[in-house]
């Protein structure tokens, strides 16, 4: 029987104007943006937490302190990818990711290939390994009242 962890993440970013929206490394045409010391990726965000959860490393706020100017305007993608770096040396691999981004606007559906793909080419993992769903909060709370979005996002590991 394979080894196996289990690890969830979490993260929500407040939209401001004149900033970039970016989710899942993909740059999205909105009048809004993501406001965060980072590139405020939340998708990504809560992927980085899951891997690490599920190893019990902490989150990406240890790894990645929005108090460091190192990470200032950084790219997620490139967090991701050192992330997926410490996964694999404490001897693990994704077996698989589940995904929801929650935004009343824009509109997600046409994206979520592009996502996937650029998620899997860092992870180095097969697209078909990341689930990512769209949804919106009835415009309830903060993000339904389009003051930000969030994602909620589940990895499962399994030791090489």
């Known amino acids: 029987m394979a080894q196996v962890r289990i690890g969830n993440g979490y993260d929500i970013h407040q939209l401001v104007a004149g900033r970039s929206l970016i989710l ?3 740059k999205i045409e909105h009048e809004l943006g993501l406001l965060g010391h980072s590139d405020a990726d939340v998708l990504t965000h809560a992927i980085m937490d899951a891997l690490l959860g599920a190893l019990s490393l902490g ?3 240890h790894y990645f302190p ?11 993608l490139q967090l991701l990818a050192q ?15 589940d995904s929801v981004v929650v935004a009343e ?9 592009a996502m996937r793909d650029r998620l899997a080419t860092v992870l180095q993992i097969q697209p078909e390994q990341i ?20 994602a909620y996002a589940v990895a499962l590991l399994e030791a090489i």
């Open 131 to 150: 689930g990512i769903k769209a949804t919106t909060n009835e415009k309830l709370g903060p993000v339904g009242r389009e003051e930000g979005i969030a």
């Open 59 to 61: 989150d990406i706020g």
């Open 24 to 26: 899942g490394g993909v």
């Open 83 to 97: 992330v997926a770096e410490l996964i694999q040396a404490q001897g693990w691999q994704v077996g698989n990711i």
């Open 66 to 76: 929005p108090t460091d100017p190192q990470w200032a305007g950084a790219d997620s």
């Open 105 to 113: 606007r824009p509109k997600l559906k046409g994206h979520i290939a």
